[in-house]
């Protein structure tokens, strides 16, 4: 399942995943659909909780305030919601 980001659609992209065999299939997801990709939505949680109403001096303590959040936060997340249309 992939989203349709130019690296996902590459002709690479789709050679390497088509050398897996027959027991994989590239599936992507309609376009404008973030609430369907799993990983947006951890981003959605991650960027409310670090940067809302929070001011960082530069980019490197915004980066070790994304990185102390995903480290220390369980993403409880419905797989089922990302895994049927």
Same mark, same amino acid.
């Given at each position: 399942?992939?989203?349709?980001? *130019?690296?996902?659609?590459?002709? +690479?992209?789709?050679?390497?995943?088509?050398?897996?065999? /027959?027991?994989?299939?590239? $599936? !992507?997801?309609?376009? !404008?659909? *973030?609430?369907?990709?799993?990983? /947006?939505?951890?981003?959605?949680?991650?960027?409310?909780?670090?940067?809302?109403?929070? !001011?960082? +001096?530069?980019?490197?303590?915004?980066?070790?305030?994304?990185?102390?959040f995903?480290?220390n936060?369980?993403?409880?997340? $419905?797989?089922?919601? !990302?895994?049927?249309?």
């Open positions: 399942m992939l989203d349709n980001a *130019p690296a996902h659609k590459a002709k +690479k992209t789709k050679e390497f995943m088509n050398s897996l065999g /027959e027991d994989f299939a590239i $599936e !992507y997801l309609p376009p !404008y659909s *973030p609430q369907l990709n799993c990983i /947006e939505i951890c981003w959605r949680i991650t960027r409310h909780e670090v940067t809302s109403s929070n !001011y960082f +001096k530069n980019i490197d303590t915004l980066k070790q305030g994304v990185e102390t995903i480290n936060t369980n993403f409880l997340l $419905e797989p089922s919601n !990302y895994l049927s249309r």
